[in-house]
């Protein structure tokens, strides 16, 4: 579509983002597969990755995964998550 087109050919320096849903391994994912793919899109492109998650995200897990922790260099949270497993910065 026109929406995947126009997202590919960007080059942000740094993408925030977020979704759905996080679980204890580390694994972000989202229950609309459109809107996962754009951002797959997004993140590939980007030089720096800032996931933003509120704690109600926490230990759950969507259909459609979209990346891991150990592919974001920060992720932003509201409080600690004891026990996630994740090599990214955590703030």
């Given at each position: 579509t026109?929406?995947?087109?126009?997202?590919?050919?960007?080059?942000?320096?740094?993408?925030f983002?977020?979704?759905?849903?996080?679980?204890?391994?580390?694994?972000?994912?989202?229950?609309?597969?459109?809107?996962?793919?754009?951002?797959?899109?997004?993140?590939?492109?980007?030089?720096?990755?800032?996931?933003?998650?509120?704690?109600?995200?926490?230990?759950r897990?969507?259909?459609?995964?979209?990346?891991?922790?150990?592919?974001?260099?920060?992720?932003?949270?509201?409080?600690?998550?004891?026990?996630?497993?994740?090599?990214?910065?955590?703030?």
């Amino acid at each position: 579509t026109e929406a995947y087109r126009a997202v590919s050919m960007l080059k942000p320096d740094i993408l925030f983002f977020s979704s759905q849903s996080l679980d204890q391994n580390g694994i972000i994912s989202d229950s609309t597969e459109e809107e996962n793919y754009l951002r797959m899109l997004m993140l590939n492109a980007a030089a720096q990755k800032v996931f933003l998650c509120d704690s109600e995200k926490f230990n759950r897990r969507s259909v459609y995964t979209l990346t891991d922790l150990d592919h974001v260099d920060v992720a932003v949270f509201d409080r600690e998550y004891e026990g996630l497993k994740h090599s990214c910065t955590v703030l």
